[in-house]
């Protein structure tokens, strides 16, 4: 499942049609980790991180700036409910993908 939703001034990050296809409630504890410019974010009993009392995804600030995240910035949510993760694709990792598959589309003219 995927979805979009943007980033508030909080790093909260609000889709509960994606948060549901994970069994994600409140308080269901968090860890989240950035790679290649993703947030891996998965359910994990440890986790320092966890889903609001309203049933917000919050991402951490450090985490945020890593990947160059602003406030009113949309995102791509992709659920992998099999490893309980969900991938956050910031607008920088949409671009450089979209940028190499228009690349392969356009015969190596990415314009």
Known sequence: MYGMAAVDCRGRVADRAVLTALSWTPDTRLDIREAHGLLLIRHDDHG??????????????????????????????ATHPQRDLLIVHPPAALDDS??????????GDPT
């Open 98 to 107: 979209l940028v190499q598959r228009h690349t392969q589309v356009l015969d």
């Open 48 to 77: 320092v991180f966890s889903v609001t009392k309203k049933g917000h995804l919050r991402l951490p600030a450090t985490v945020r700036h890593r990947c160059c995240l602003l406030p009113g910035d949309r995102v791509l949510l």
